[in-house]
């Protein structure tokens, strides 16, 4: 544990986090729970998105989007961001000990990068509101209504950092009558989990919502210098919102905070060689008492362990006028990010390498739309952006026996966007839909950077500004038989970026990393069958990036060093299958599988991995004298071939109002390699889970108690293998991060509402 923030210090928070549970058994009157009574009103067979800025029935949109409801949430396990893997085939994580270098890859493309300014190639939203930095979205789910995942460039409606897509996560509203619940969690493992919801009218014009949770979590990874497990977790969240209605007029009032911290992130030893090939000792300087390498290691020993503390705040309104002719929309949000990382590099009980960094992100955003009726021939959506983001960020490695790994530095980045945008729809016939977009970007970027290792600090400052035009045309028809057929074509542009990290300097400043771009193109088939009870969504995909952006070494330089780099070309492939089916009352079986091409296309001079030779393909450049390789060909890292999820959910009257409710959700994946150098030493095999539940819920859904199984099979997998070998430890050491999620654990949930 930690000494810089002990556990069980957060009472008062927690109390507070429990605060709505309190206020919500306060009262007598008795509602429906909000889910239900929502459930109730609508069409279960209809799932409304708002994928482009307006509330359509998912089978209308010609564009390849999943939307995952609570319950299948609930259904698969799914407690955090990093879960949503297990339920969308084209969606994977990289995970690492820094929350805001986990890249979200969608189609085998995002954007890993040490550098504070590099934007996401997946952009995030909550309720209409983009994220600045990808580390904001890592938090825990709670009061979600549900969560849409677009795939493919997005640029058009969602701007410059959805080239790659978009996941959007839209929070439940307030209830129509006096609501409120309480759940709580246990696992075998001690991690205790509790939220809470009132929710109501304050007249008939408008209601509000409050919900809170908190989480504690005992770790699962033993530190044997200390004792101490490592992975504990403890965070907690109070939100609110308030929606109100003045004649023509609506409004939407947001806030939300949330604090996560603990002790995770940690590599542990995958492979660790103690004997070369003639025989002599090797890596005896690793102190590995009490650990045996390997895939299952579940050991550590450090003095310095990990500290992940993020608190997080983001306000938001949303305020719409009926203008008869349209709606005029504004969204207007400040958010603010404070985290701060440290861990233990050496990953040995001496401090021979510590990193200390702290971050500070501010910014703030509106959007203002005119959205008309889609009841003519003739339809649009026009809209302005504007977003002013900073990050500060301190950086610290403490390296005693090794000066040139040594750091100290601040720095500040800056970016203003401006966007206009526009959407027209036209009606050739009833039955075919032809949509036009295009948004025109432009974005000016500041940085300061203080190099802070010498008596006097070298100081660099950095200014460009960028325009870009993206744009997209999709055509689509509905037949007789509910199916609708579309194609589309789409650019996707995310924006140059300084490479702020370890080693920037002068020549870096006035040199940011130039602008991605690609073109996306779909076909897909969606519609409906068995006369409504089974929906399907049928999409097959060709993307091409050029200049794409990514983490590298640049062996152009003296001393080559890490850098952000502009790789060269890559192209993504595929077909994406979704569908449900409700077969009989009370049963919902969900599948959805992909097969994603993802490969390099161009990426001449790419690093060559440890003991590389040149039958390899590992070569010599005679004018540099340095070693690299040609990438092209290669596939990309951590991006399966195939993935598929299926599931149930199954609701059956045994007696009185008393309901069976069975929950079941299984994934599986091909292999990958992590590294994208395709290093033969970080590749993982093919792996499934299984995640199920059972248990009893009263017919008016008010209360539910079932216990619940992650990871059935108890299937050891990682998230990340890194290759640590080097000159200076030969030969090989391989370090891995074993999520939680690798291990089985059992729990029980039991909720009650009113």
Same mark, same amino acid.
């Given at each position: 544990?930690?000494?810089?923030?002990?556990?069980?210090?957060?009472?008062?928070?927690?109390?507070?986090?429990?605060?709505?549970?309190?206020?919500?058994?306060?009262?007598?009157?008795?509602?429906?729970?909000?889910?239900?009574?929502?459930?109730?009103?609508?069409?279960?067979?209809?799932?409304?998105?708002?994928?482009? #800025?307006?509330?359509?029935?998912?089978?209308?949109?010609?564009?390849?989007?999943?939307?995952?409801?609570?319950?299948?949430?609930?259904?698969?396990?799914?407690?955090?961001?990093?879960?949503?893997?297990?339920?969308?085939?084209?969606?994977?994580?990289?995970?690492?000990?820094?929350?805001?270098?986990?890249?979200?890859?969608?189609?085998?493309?995002?954007?890993?990068?040490?550098?504070?300014?590099?934007?996401?190639?997946?952009?995030?939203?909550?309720?209409?509101?983009?994220?600045?930095?990808?580390?904001?979205?890592?938090?825990?789910?709670?009061?979600?209504?549900?969560?849409?995942?677009?795939?493919?460039?997005?640029?058009?409606?969602?701007?410059?950092?959805?080239?790659?897509?978009?996941?959007?996560?839209?929070?439940?509203?307030?209830?129509?009558?006096?609501?409120?619940?309480?759940?709580? @969690?246990?696992?075998?493992?001690?991690?205790?989990?509790?939220?809470?919801?009132?929710?109501?009218?304050?007249?008939?014009?408008?209601?509000?919502?409050?919900?809170?949770?908190?989480?504690?979590?005992?770790?699962?990874?033993?530190?044997?210098?200390?004792?101490?497990?490592?992975?504990?977790?403890?965070?907690?969240?109070?939100?609110?919102?308030?929606?109100?209605?003045?004649?023509?007029?609506?409004?939407?009032?947001?806030?939300?905070?949330?604090?996560?911290?603990?002790?995770?992130?940690?590599?542990?030893?995958?492979?660790?060689?103690?004997?070369?090939?003639?025989?002599?000792?090797?890596?005896?300087?690793?102190?590995?008492?009490?650990?045996?390498? /390997?895939?299952?290691?579940?050991?550590?020993?450090?003095?310095?362990?990990?500290?992940?503390?993020?608190?997080?705040?983001?306000?938001?309104?949303?305020?719409?006028?009926?203008?008869?002719?349209?709606?005029?929309?504004?969204?207007?949000?400040?958010?603010?990010?404070?985290?701060?990382?440290?861990?233990?590099?050496?990953?040995?009980?001496?401090?021979?390498?510590?990193?200390?960094?702290?971050?500070?992100?501010?910014?703030?955003?509106?959007?203002?739309?005119?959205?008309?009726?889609?009841?003519?021939?003739?339809?649009?959506?026009?809209?302005?952006?504007?977003?002013?983001?900073?990050?500060?960020?301190?950086?610290?490695?403490?390296?005693?026996?090794?000066?040139?790994?040594?750091?100290?530095?601040?720095?500040?980045?800056?970016?203003?966007?401006?966007?206009?945008?526009?959407?027209?729809?036209?009606?050739?016939?009833?039955?075919?839909?032809?949509?036009?977009?295009?948004?025109?970007?432009?974005?000016?970027?500041?940085?300061?950077?203080?190099?802070?290792?010498?008596?006097?600090?070298?100081?660099?400052?950095?200014?460009?500004?960028?325009?870009?035009?993206?744009?997209?045309?999709?055509?689509?028809?509905?037949?007789?038989?509910?199916?609708?057929?579309?194609? @589309?074509?789409?650019?996707?542009?995310?924006?140059?970026?300084?490479?702020?990290?370890?080693?920037?300097?002068?020549?870096?400043?006035?040199?940011?990393?130039?602008?991605?771009?690609?073109?996306?193109?779909?076909?897909?088939?969606?519609?409906?069958?068995?006369?409504?009870?089974?929906?399907?969504?049928?999409?097959?995909?060709?993307?091409?990036?050029?200049?794409?952006?990514?983490? /590298?070494?640049?062996?152009?330089?003296?001393?080559?060093?890490?850098?952000?780099?502009?790789?060269?070309?890559?192209?993504?492939?595929?077909?994406?299958?979704?569908?449900?089916?409700?077969?009989?009352?009370?049963?919902?079986?969900?599948?959805?599988?992909?097969?994603?091409?993802?490969?390099?296309?161009?990426?001449?001079?790419?690093?060559?991995?440890?003991?590389?030779?040149?039958?390899?393909?590992?070569?010599?450049?005679?004018?540099?004298?340095?070693?690299?390789?040609?990438?092209?060909? #290669?596939?990309?890292?951590?991006?399966?071939?195939?993935?598929?999820?299926?599931?149930?959910?199954?609701?059956?009257?045994?007696?009185?109002?008393?309901?069976?409710?069975?929950?079941?959700?299984?994934?599986?994946?091909?292999?990958?390699?992590?590294?994208?150098?395709?290093?033969?030493?970080?590749?993982?095999?093919?792996?499934?889970?299984?995640?199920?539940?059972?248990?009893?819920?009263?017919?008016?859904?008010?209360?539910?108690?079932?216990?619940?199984?992650?990871?059935?099979?108890?299937?050891?997998?990682?998230?990340?293998?890194?290759?640590?070998?080097?000159?200076?430890?030969?030969?090989?050491?391989?370090?891995?991060?074993?999520?939680?999620?690798?291990?089985?654990?059992?729990?029980?949930?039991?909720?009650?509402?009113?």
């Amino acid at each position: 544990m930690s000494a810089a923030r002990p556990f069980g210090i957060h009472a008062s928070r927690a109390a507070i986090a429990l605060m709505s549970v309190a206020i919500a058994f306060s009262s007598s009157s008795y509602a429906q729970d909000a889910d239900a009574t929502e459930e109730a009103s609508s069409d279960d067979n209809v799932i409304i998105v708002s994928a482009q #800025k307006r509330d359509q029935n998912i089978l209308d949109v010609p564009a390849a989007i999943s939307a995952v409801g609570q319950d299948v949430l609930q259904a698969a396990q799914v407690d955090r961001f990093t879960e949503l893997t297990a339920i969308s085939p084209s969606l994977t994580i990289t995970t690492s000990g820094n929350r805001n270098q986990n890249p979200i890859f969608l189609r085998g493309i995002g954007t890993f990068s040490f550098s504070t300014a590099a934007e996401p190639a997946v952009l995030v939203m909550i309720d209409d509101v983009p994220l600045l930095l990808p580390g904001q979205a890592l938090s825990n789910f709670a009061d979600v209504a549900r969560i849409e995942v677009l795939r493919g460039p997005q640029g058009t409606l969602f701007g410059k950092s959805a080239s790659a897509g978009v996941i959007s996560i839209v929070s439940q509203a307030p209830a129509n009558e006096l609501t409120g619940f309480v759940e709580a @969690s246990l696992t075998d493992d001690e991690e205790f989990r509790v939220q809470g919801v009132i929710s109501g009218p304050v007249d008939e014009n408008g209601g509000f919502r409050i919900s809170s949770f908190y989480n504690n979590f005992e770790g699962f990874l033993r530190n044997t210098f200390t004792g101490n497990m490592i992975g504990q977790e403890e965070s907690w969240g109070l939100r609110g919102r308030f929606d109100y209605e003045v004649g023509r007029a609506q409004i939407q009032l947001t806030a939300d905070y949330s604090e996560f911290f603990d002790n995770g992130g940690d590599n542990t030893f995958r492979q660790v060689t103690r004997t070369r090939a003639d025989g002599t000792p090797a890596n005896r300087q690793l102190d590995l008492t009490g650990i045996t390498p /390997g895939p299952t290691n579940r050991r550590l020993r450090i003095n310095d362990e990990a500290v992940n503390d993020s608190k997080q705040l983001l306000l938001s309104s949303r305020f719409s006028l009926d203008l008869d002719f349209a709606t005029l929309t504004s969204i207007t949000s400040y958010q603010s990010w404070k985290y701060r990382a440290q861990n233990d590099q050496d990953l040995q009980p001496i401090r021979d390498s510590f990193q200390d960094s702290v971050y500070d992100t501010r910014t703030v955003t509106q959007e203002l739309r005119l959205t008309s009726p889609t009841d003519g021939d003739f339809d649009y959506i026009l809209g302005v952006y504007i977003a002013d983001g900073d990050t500060d960020r301190s950086f610290v490695r403490l390296a005693p026996n090794t000066p040139p790994l040594r750091q100290n530095w601040d720095s500040n980045a800056s970016v203003r966007n401006y966007a206009a945008f526009a959407q027209l729809g036209y009606d050739i016939s009833p039955k075919t839909l032809v949509s036009l977009g295009a948004r025109l970007n432009y974005e000016k970027i500041d940085v300061f950077f203080q190099d802070n290792r010498t008596a006097i600090p070298g100081i660099f400052r950095g200014s460009d500004s960028d325009t870009a035009f993206t744009g997209k045309l999709s055509l689509q028809h509905f037949f007789d038989s509910g199916i609708m057929a579309f194609t @589309s074509v789409a650019t996707g542009y995310k924006g140059q970026a300084y490479d702020i990290s370890s080693g920037f300097n002068q020549r870096r400043a006035d040199n940011p990393i130039r602008s991605e771009s690609s073109v996306a193109y779909e076909i897909g088939l969606k519609g409906d069958a068995l006369d409504g009870k089974a929906q399907f969504q049928l999409v097959g995909f060709w993307v091409d990036y050029d200049d794409f952006q990514a983490q /590298g070494i640049n062996n152009e330089l003296l001393v080559p060093q890490f850098e952000l780099v502009n790789v060269g070309k890559l192209r993504t492939r595929g077909i994406e299958l979704e569908s449900s089916i409700r077969p009989t009352d009370g049963l919902t079986v969900f599948a959805s599988g992909a097969y994603v091409d993802a490969q390099i296309k161009e990426f001449s001079g790419a690093n060559c991995y440890f003991g590389q030779t040149v039958a390899q393909g590992c070569v010599r450049n005679p004018a540099s004298g340095l070693f690299s390789q040609d990438l092209a060909g #290669k596939q990309l890292n951590n991006s399966p071939d195939f993935k598929f999820n299926v599931g149930l959910i199954y609701e059956k009257p045994i007696f009185g109002d008393v309901e069976l409710v069975l929950n079941g959700n299984y994934t599986w994946q091909s292999g990958v390699n992590f590294d994208i150098g395709n290093n033969p030493r970080t590749k993982q095999p093919a792996y499934g889970l299984a995640n199920a539940s059972i248990g009893l819920q009263g017919d008016d859904k008010n209360w539910q108690v079932s216990l619940f199984v992650n990871n059935l099979f108890d299937q050891d997998y990682v998230t990340q293998i890194i290759d640590d070998t080097s000159t200076r430890v030969d030969p090989f050491i391989l370090l891995q991060q074993i999520p939680r999620n690798a291990s089985r654990f059992f729990g029980i949930r039991a909720r009650f509402g009113f």
